[in-house]
């Protein structure tokens, strides 16, 4: 059977010309810094600075990676934000879909009072100081749980979360009223395995959010043995950078200087390295996560 080929006019070539566009400019966009910031990496940071990105082996070096790589902060910060980005996920995760539940029914008494609640914190806060009060007087200060327990629910997620719910027929919960199952295990046993998309999704974004942030451990953290990796990086960016007004000879600040280049470009493809792999297993569920329930018929 010979495929029909789509005619289009004129009007359709020129708008769709001007959509793949558009489109190539904004993937250019975020490829070329990528790219940059890759090849930057492997440079000498002498020849970067002085006539740019060059592709003469010569003018490459990996000092820039074994300097982070024999790092044993690098090493402890990695693995701590690993254990806080599956901790969180998982603390996240199971809270939201919890909470989403029951908002999403619309038998449930108080439902438009605890989502108007819910939606004011979006907009209102208590601030960076009533939290750090709060954080030190329920003992939580140097702690994991400072990091873990305060961003650990997230309205916006919930509010995906409980869209995905309503998603869903309703025949699928008197199917298993019928067969004798209370809430807790409908929600267990049937919700959970239908909701993989949307709680893929969730996990993506906690994971993500967690492994990228390092402001909570600034402020709640002064151990060094808890730092996540951001923090470490941080630290050793700010150690090698030669600040406005220090005592110092010209060589050593040029010294200092050309380390802090050449480690910027490494530590944003270290600490990168984990996301870029683990994002591909997740796609999948993120597109149909994100689709489902975003139109209603």
Not at 45 to 55: A, D, E, I, K, R
Not at 113 to 129: A, C, P, V
Not at 135 to 143: K, S
Request: positive net charge; hydrophobic residues 55%.
């Amino acid at each position: 059977m010979e495929k029909i080929k789509k005619k289009y006019s004129k009007t359709d070539c020129l708008i769709l010309g001007i959509g793949f566009l558009i489109l190539g400019l904004f993937v250019l966009s975020i490829a070329i810094p990528i790219v940059y910031v890759v090849l930057a990496s492997f440079m000498d940071p002498t020849v970067l600075n002085n006539q740019g990105l060059s592709f003469h082996i010569k003018d490459w070096t990996l000092d820039a990676y074994r300097r982070v790589l024999e790092n044993e902060m690098i090493w402890r910060g990695f693995l701590n934000s690993f254990l806080y980005s599956l901790a969180f996920t998982a603390i996240s995760v199971f809270i939201t879909l919890l909470v989403a539940y029951p908002l999403s029914k619309k038998e449930f008494v108080g439902r438009k009072f605890f989502n108007l609640i819910f939606l004011i914190t979006m907009f209102f806060g208590g601030g960076m100081i009533p939290t750090f009060i709060l954080i030190n007087q329920l003992h939580m200060v140097n702690t994991v749980w400072a990091v873990l327990i305060p961003g650990a629910f997230n309205v916006w997620n919930m509010i995906l979360a409980r869209t995905y719910y309503q998603s869903i027929p309703a025949e699928l919960r008197e199917a298993s009223a019928i067969d004798g199952a209370n809430e807790i295990q409908h929600f267990f046993k049937i919700m959970m395995p239908v909701c993989k998309p949307i709680i893929a999704v969730l996990a993506l974004w906690s994971f993500v959010g967690m492994w990228n942030s390092y402001f909570d451990a600034m402020i709640y953290l002064n151990d060094a043995n808890l730092q996540p990796l951001q923090l470490v990086l941080r630290s050793i960016l700010v150690q090698n950078t030669p600040q406005p007004g220090m005592i110092a000879d010209i060589q050593s600040t040029a010294e200092m200087a050309k380390v802090a280049e050449q480690l910027k470009y490494a530590t944003i493809v270290v600490s990168s390295l984990p996301l870029l792999v683990m994002y591909p297993f997740f796609q999948k569920y993120f597109d149909q996560g994100i689709m489902v329930g975003s139109v209603k018929g």
